[in-house]
């Protein structure tokens, strides 16, 4: 049977459809496999080596393969494992997370077994006999090669996790802190939050997949996940306390109340004590492993009971007794705990203490017999006893309580909800000072959970205890007194306690005055305590900033790096920032940020992070006062940037936001100057391109920055096709709203130069601009910045130099939007509007179409269009721009209203483009008819020059007709006379001219 035949014979199908039915199923698994919930990589890798098949396959589509030898078993082999690939995708895609992780061994043999396959099916491809070009058959034996020596394997970090699971089956590992470690191990391996009710929700899915293996009848499968989900339940997270609690007395109650004696077979022959780790000899007894150990290493090989001859090296462990002595042990113990509490509320100290004693050994066993505690309520009972006469029965008491508390949330929720727990707790801070450590190691321990650390600080006089105790010595306890506190930081009702203690003032007399050790002690304190801006403003009053800086200076560079995270922290409030830049700062931080290579790069991220504080604290003078610069040496500032290509991203980025401050700081005019001659553009233009969308955003915000009003010749050397079509691809890809706005930007301020606007054509930028414009209407800082930018952006097509590029922008409905952003832009908006309808407006009386001549019979012919008023031929506003036509005159004239100047100016600019030269009749009429010539006559008076001399002009030519000299002569006559006195030289002449043409002055004055 010829090949061709086999290929159909099963379905009938044409060979053209069973490989356009391959080539779907592979697209299909390419596009699942990035959805995949566990091997992501893999998954992609396969897919990879799988659209590298499509095109041989769609070549093999176009030749006659009806006679291909070989052909049938290659594509019957393709055709099945790209549907296992689709399977398994599929598989993945849906399937739990921890379930799929628990198979991943599985899944990367899978995925290795169908790549092998299809490497092998590829092998059998007849190409040559096809035909096929000599590149495409080297391509298919390089992919071959690819294929066959792929492998996929478990991650490491899975692997670690699989192993931990066997291990803590085999062992039957029942601790909770095991079992809370291996799940947040599985939750970071799988992607998924650490949080209790994420981890319960996916443990729950879990073990859902046992049903399913049981439906499935794959008993081995339910088994292994039985095993798993035994070991996993004991974390804190895979049920509710109310959950456990219920499992523990149910329980419980069935074990009766009185401890049970252990069987004969518990105890060890040689011993005679219950055995721990109950190991079995050749002759098949049963001995404690350490005991039978030492006894072979006394030189006997003879059985202890038998005395028979044993092989030595041969010791099993007895599974099954170990754990019918662990569940003898389990039950006892649990009945004892249950039965010990009523001793604790004993009048007998002794009794009490003794109890106590045992209770604590037990705590310290084992997290199940702690368990069991926190579930038997002893935490409510531990408390009441704080409250003893007896100091010791308070000190066992409170560290019991912290071995509950430690690692467990539901210790430390019952714990809240005990009535004056804390209270409890804090009075044993004011007690000897055995009990003092006791009482703040465990509210240090407490201070980890929300709820009680704000309970913690508001118990009266917790705070200027725990400041007493931090200044007493270098013990432990004052290190966790200073611990407690940074973790109460976090309130400002703590903050504001800590004050009035006099804390901070402490830990400037220490970091000023202390030894190394301790220096560093308060400076991680100043790092990491959660501080007020009022509190920070205080610090630095206080003259904190000496001390650090020498710090910063100091040989350790442990020491550097908290002195520079209390630096970053007070440097965030903008007073700070300008007082540490006029106290010498600065010189510190730059000599850091330069000399520490990346072995520091978090060192070097903290000081670039101060840096940027410092910057941003620029922006924030007070106009009264003398200036404070950051960079004032022109050195100074070509080093910081040149650093920009010597990091890595964080510090780019802050060295980046760092510029954009002082690019808005007073100094702002000679910082861009300085940029533009260090070639911050030719790097900006690079960095447009980078990979860390943070630092192109940042990149991109200073570039827009520089080329406002920038050099235009420096911006003509750096600035080419490529660089633009980069930045048309930010505007139309990035997901970031302000750097989309800078880049708008950047094309708003690019100098107008005819090869801007042409590569701008060329990168499809006119209709993205367009687009914007048509979806701007938002009520958004951002989004509103983002249209401003795209309006001026609009000015590089309305030109009048150049008609084609006027037209192409009309024909795409630029000036319909335009005079609809006069209705609703911003006043930036507006102005830009009008510049670009005024160009437009320009070459209107050019492009107005002559009316025809009628012809003979006229009174048979079709009635004449309509001409315009102010051009006298036919317009159209995308053929002729006419401002009429596209019904803008009005809106112009109410931009006139604005309070801007500049958007004044350019609306007057654009509605004079009416009145020029011979259309001074015609367009004076159409200015009347909208009201705008009051509008002009007011701008006599205006305190912006640009706009009383534009005004002027304007004046001047409509006061030339004798209609409008009559109707608004009169009230022009007061500013005039006005700028006759006021204004300048020009303005002065051209005012009396103008009063003259009113009747107000001769010709021959002095004005002239």
Not at 719 to 725: A, D, T
């Amino acid at each position: 049977m010829m090949a061709l035949d086999v290929v159909t014979s099963a379905s009938s199908v044409p060979a053209s459809e069973v490989f356009s039915q391959v080539v779907e199923t592979i697209l299909e698994v390419v596009v699942a496999s990035n959805n995949v919930l566990v091997k992501k990589e893999s998954f992609k890798e396969l897919a990879a080596y799988l659209e590298r098949i499509i095109p041989v396959l769609k070549e093999l589509n176009k030749k006659d393969v009806s006679h291909a030898e070989g052909l049938y078993n290659a594509i019957e082999i393709i055709n099945r494992e790209v549907k296992v690939a689709k399977e398994l995708t599929m598989e993945c895609n849906k399937r739990n997370k921890v379930y799929l992780l628990m198979n991943c061994r599985a899944i990367v043999k899978r995925l290795e077994d169908t790549t092998r396959e299809i490497s092998q099916a590829l092998g059998i491809l007849p190409l040559a006999s096809l035909d096929f070009s000599a590149d495409i058959i080297e391509e298919v034996g390089k992919l071959r090669n690819n294929m066959q020596k792929a492998e996929f394997r478990a991650a490491i970090a899975e692997e670690e996790i699989l192993e931990k699971v066997e291990s803590g089956i085999q062992d039957r590992n029942v601790d909770r802190s095991y079992a809370n470690h291996l799940l947040s191990l599985i939750a970071d391996a799988v992607g998924i939050s650490t949080e209790r009710s994420a981890l319960k929700k996916e443990f729950d899915e879990f073990k859902n997949e046992i049903e399913h293996a049981r439906l499935r009848k794959d008993q081995a499968e339910a088994i292994q996940m039985d095993q798993i989900i035994a070991l996993l339940e004991r974390a804190d997270a895979t049920s509710s306390p109310r959950e456990k609690e219920i499992k523990y007395f149910s329980k419980r109650k069935s074990l009766g109340s009185q401890p049970l004696e252990p069987l004969q077979s518990f105890y060890c022959p040689i011993t005679r004590d219950v055995m721990m780790d109950p190991v079995e000899t050749s002759s098949g007894h049963t001995f404690e492993r350490s005991a039978i150990e030492k006894w072979f290493s006394d030189g006997s090989k003879l059985c202890p009971l038998t005395l028979t001859v044993l092989d030595t090296s041969v010791l099993r462990p007895n599974k099954t007794l170990r754990q019918s002595i662990e569940e003898w042990k389990d039950r006892n113990t649990m009945i004892n705990i249950a039965s010990m509490k009523p001793k604790l509320m004993s009048t007998e100290v002794e009794e009490v203490l003794q109890c106590l004693e045992q209770l604590q050994d037990l705590c310290q066993q084992r997290d199940q017999h702690r368990e069991w505690v926190i579930l038997e309520n002893y935490i409510v009972s531990l408390i009441h006893l704080l409250g003893s006469k007896n100091r010791d029965v308070r000190n066992r008491a409170l560290v019991i309580l912290h071995i509950l508390a430690k690692d467990s949330d539901d210790a430390k929720e019952r714990l809240a909800k005990v009535d004056n727990a804390i209270e409890s707790i804090v009075r044993s801070l004011g007690r000897r000072i055995e009990e003092r450590k006791l009482a703040v190691a465990l509210l240090l321990e407490l201070s980890n959970y929300d709820i009680l650390r704000d309970s913690i600080g508001k118990v009266q006089g917790c705070i200027l205890l725990l400041v007493t105790m931090s200044s007493s010595d270098d013990s432990q306890a004052s290190r966790d007194a200073k611990e407690l506190l940074e973790n109460l930081s976090f309130s400002d009702h703590n903050v504001v306690q800590m004050a009035k203690a006099n804390y901070f003032k402490h830990l400037l007399q220490r970091l000023s005055t202390g030894a190394e050790d301790v220096k560093m002690l308060m400076a991680t304190t100043l790092a990491e305590i959660e501080l007020t801006d009022h509190h920070k403003e205080s610090l630095l009053e206080g003259d904190v900033l000496g001390p650090l800086l020498h710090l910063v200076s100091h040989g350790d560079i442990e020491m550097k790096k908290v002195a520079i995270k209390a630096l970053r922290s007070l440097s965030s409030v903008p007073k700070n920032g300008l007082q540490m830049i006029k106290e010498g700062a600065v010189g510190p931080l730059l000599d850091l940020l330069l000399r520490h290579s990346s072995s520091s790069s978090s060192l070097r991220e903290q000081t670039a992070t101060t840096i940027m504080h410092l910057a941003l604290s620029t922006m924030h003078q007070e106009p009264s006062k003398t200036p404070v610069s950051l960079l004032e040496a022109d050195g100074d500032i070509f080093t910081l940037f040149s650093l920009i290509n010597l990091t890595g991203p964080d510090v780019q980025q802050r060295i980046l936001q760092t510029f954009n401050a002082l690019c808005q700081s007073p100094s702002a005019g000679s910082m861009k100057t300085t940029l533009m001659q260090c070639s911050a553009i030719q790097v900006l233009v690079q960095l447009c391109e980078h990979d860390t969308q943070n630092v192109r955003a940042n990149a991109v915000k200073l570039f827009c920055c520089l080329v406002d009003d920038g050099d235009e010749a420096i911006i003509l050397e750096h600035v080419g096709p490529k660089c633009l079509e980069t930045i048309v691809k930010i505007i139309q890809s990035s997901d970031n709203a302000k750097e989309v706005a800078s880049a708008m930007g950047i094309i708003s301020n690019l100098p107008e130069v005819p090869q801007f606007t042409q590569w701008l054509l060329d990168a499809g930028a006119l209709p993205i601009i367009l687009n914007i414009l048509k979806n701007g209407r938002l009520n958004d800082p951002i989004r509103s910045q983002l249209v401003e930018n795209a309006a001026g952006a609009l000015r590089h097509f309305t030109a009048p130099v150049n008609l084609n590029w006027q037209r192409r922008a009309a024909e795409a409905g630029v000036i319909p939007m335009l005079v609809q952003l006069l209705k609703d832009g911003t006043t930036l908006t507006k102005k830009h509007a009008a510049i670009s309808l005024a160009r437009f407006s320009e070459s209107s009386l050019g492009l107005s179409r002559p009316i025809p001549k009628r012809k003979m019979f006229w009174c048979f012919s079709a009635p004449p269009e309509a001409s315009c008023q102010v051009h006298g031929g036919i317009c159209a506003v995308e053929s002729s721009f006419c401002l009429l036509e596209a019904d803008a005159v009005g809106p112009l004239v109410s931009v006139l209203e604005e309070p801007d100047p500049g958007a004044c100016e350019a609306s007057l600019d654009a509605l004079l483009t009416l009145i020029k030269a011979e259309r001074l009749q015609s367009g004076s009429k159409v200015l009347e008819e909208a009201n705008a010539i009051d509008h002009m006559v007011g701008f006599l008076s205006s305190p912006s020059l640009r706009l009383q001399e534009k005004a002027l002009h304007a004046v001047e030519r409509i006061f030339r007709l004798p209609e409008f000299k009559q109707k608004y002569g009169k009230s022009a006559q007061m500013p005039l006379v006005d700028l006759t006195q006021r204004g300048n030289s020009s303005m002065k002449s051209l005012s009396a001219r103008v009063l003259a043409h009113l009747n107000v002055l001769q010709d021959q004055s002095s004005y002239f």
